[in-house]
Nanobody, 121 residues
Framework: QVQLVESGGGLVQAGGSLRLSCAAS????????MGWFRQRPGKEREFVAA????????YYADSVKGRFIISRDNAKNPVYLQMNSLKVEDTAVYFC??????????????WGQGTQVAVSS
Protein backbone atom coordinates (compact mmCIF):
# COMPACT_ATOMS: atom_id res chain seq x y z
CA GLN A 1 0.00 0.00 0.00
CA VAL A 2 1.20 3.50 -0.82
CA GLN A 3 -0.04 6.71 0.75
CA LEU A 4 0.25 9.94 -1.20
CA VAL A 5 0.07 13.42 0.29
CA GLU A 6 -0.12 16.56 -1.80
CA SER A 7 0.95 19.99 -0.63
CA GLY A 8 1.61 23.44 -2.04
CA GLY A 9 -1.85 24.47 -3.13
CA GLY A 10 -3.24 27.90 -2.38
CA LEU A 11 -4.58 31.12 -3.79
CA VAL A 12 -2.63 32.95 -6.47
CA GLN A 13 -3.33 35.70 -8.97
CA ALA A 14 -3.56 34.96 -12.65
CA GLY A 15 -0.09 34.91 -14.18
CA GLY A 16 1.46 33.70 -10.96
CA SER A 17 3.11 30.41 -10.07
CA LEU A 18 2.72 27.60 -7.59
CA ARG A 19 4.63 24.40 -6.99
CA LEU A 20 2.77 21.33 -5.85
CA SER A 21 4.51 18.44 -4.14
CA CYS A 22 3.44 14.84 -3.75
CA ALA A 23 5.13 12.77 -1.08
CA ALA A 24 4.76 9.01 -0.90
CA SER A 25 4.94 6.75 2.13
CA UNK A 26 4.34 3.07 2.71
CA UNK A 27 5.54 0.65 0.07
CA UNK A 28 7.97 3.06 -1.51
CA UNK A 29 10.51 0.35 -2.37
CA UNK A 30 8.81 0.27 -5.74
CA UNK A 31 9.24 3.43 -7.78
CA UNK A 32 6.01 4.14 -9.56
CA UNK A 33 5.19 6.21 -12.55
CA MET A 34 3.25 9.20 -11.30
CA GLY A 35 0.60 11.53 -12.57
CA TRP A 36 -1.20 14.72 -11.67
CA PHE A 37 -4.89 15.18 -12.28
CA ARG A 38 -7.29 17.96 -11.45
CA GLN A 39 -10.99 18.25 -10.88
CA ARG A 40 -12.93 21.47 -11.31
CA PRO A 41 -16.35 21.95 -9.75
CA GLY A 42 -18.97 20.01 -11.64
CA LYS A 43 -16.38 18.52 -13.99
CA GLU A 44 -14.78 15.12 -14.36
CA ARG A 45 -11.27 14.46 -13.19
CA GLU A 46 -8.86 15.40 -15.96
CA PHE A 47 -5.29 14.52 -16.73
CA VAL A 48 -2.66 17.21 -16.21
CA ALA A 49 0.76 15.59 -16.43
CA ALA A 50 2.63 12.34 -15.84
CA UNK A 51 6.19 11.15 -15.45
CA UNK A 52 7.82 7.76 -15.82
CA UNK A 53 9.32 5.92 -12.86
CA UNK A 54 12.83 7.18 -13.61
CA UNK A 55 11.82 10.68 -14.65
CA UNK A 56 13.01 10.07 -18.18
CA UNK A 57 9.77 10.86 -19.99
CA UNK A 58 7.03 13.34 -19.23
CA TYR A 59 3.55 13.81 -20.62
CA TYR A 60 1.26 16.84 -20.52
CA ALA A 61 -2.28 17.77 -21.32
CA ASP A 62 -2.46 20.28 -24.16
CA SER A 63 -4.07 22.79 -21.82
CA VAL A 64 -0.96 22.99 -19.61
CA LYS A 65 1.84 22.26 -22.07
CA GLY A 66 4.48 24.95 -21.93
CA ARG A 67 3.22 26.26 -18.57
CA PHE A 68 3.46 23.29 -16.19
CA ILE A 69 6.46 21.10 -15.48
CA ILE A 70 6.34 17.72 -13.77
CA SER A 71 9.54 16.45 -12.20
CA ARG A 72 10.82 14.00 -9.65
CA ASP A 73 13.91 13.37 -7.60
CA ASN A 74 13.67 9.80 -6.43
CA ALA A 75 16.43 10.32 -3.91
CA LYS A 76 14.16 12.73 -2.10
CA ASN A 77 10.89 11.02 -2.99
CA PRO A 78 8.54 13.88 -3.92
CA VAL A 79 7.05 14.42 -7.32
CA TYR A 80 6.57 18.07 -8.19
CA LEU A 81 4.26 20.02 -10.42
CA GLN A 82 5.58 23.48 -11.17
CA MET A 83 2.70 25.59 -12.42
CA ASN A 84 3.55 28.84 -14.18
CA SER A 85 1.46 31.47 -15.97
CA LEU A 86 -1.57 30.28 -14.07
CA LYS A 87 -5.00 31.03 -15.47
CA VAL A 88 -8.36 31.31 -13.76
CA GLU A 89 -9.40 28.11 -15.50
CA ASP A 90 -6.59 26.25 -13.72
CA THR A 91 -8.61 26.57 -10.52
CA ALA A 92 -9.28 23.03 -9.31
CA VAL A 93 -8.45 20.40 -6.75
CA TYR A 94 -5.19 18.79 -7.83
CA PHE A 95 -4.49 15.13 -7.13
CA CYS A 96 -1.37 13.10 -7.50
CA UNK A 97 -1.62 9.44 -8.40
CA UNK A 98 0.76 6.52 -8.66
CA UNK A 99 1.05 3.59 -10.99
CA UNK A 100 0.76 4.82 -14.56
CA UNK A 101 1.46 7.56 -17.09
CA UNK A 102 -1.93 7.14 -18.72
CA UNK A 103 -4.25 10.11 -19.22
CA UNK A 104 -7.05 7.80 -18.02
CA UNK A 105 -7.45 8.11 -14.26
CA UNK A 106 -8.81 4.56 -14.01
CA UNK A 107 -5.32 3.20 -14.70
CA UNK A 108 -3.78 4.53 -11.49
CA UNK A 109 -3.37 2.46 -8.34
CA UNK A 110 -3.05 5.02 -5.56
CA TRP A 111 -4.38 8.52 -5.02
CA GLY A 112 -3.75 11.42 -2.70
CA GLN A 113 -6.49 13.45 -1.06
CA GLY A 114 -5.95 16.48 -3.23
CA THR A 115 -4.86 20.07 -2.73
CA GLN A 116 -6.89 23.11 -3.71
CA VAL A 117 -5.51 25.59 -6.22
CA ALA A 118 -7.43 28.81 -6.73
CA VAL A 119 -6.43 31.38 -9.34
CA SER A 120 -7.99 34.82 -9.12
CA SER A 121 -8.34 37.28 -11.97
Amino acid sequence: QVQLVESGGGLVQAGGSLRLSCAASGRTSTTYAMGWFRQRPGKEREFVAAITWNGGTTYYADSVKGRFIISRDNAKNPVYLQMNSLKVEDTAVYFCAAGSTSPNWHNYLYWGQGTQVAVSS
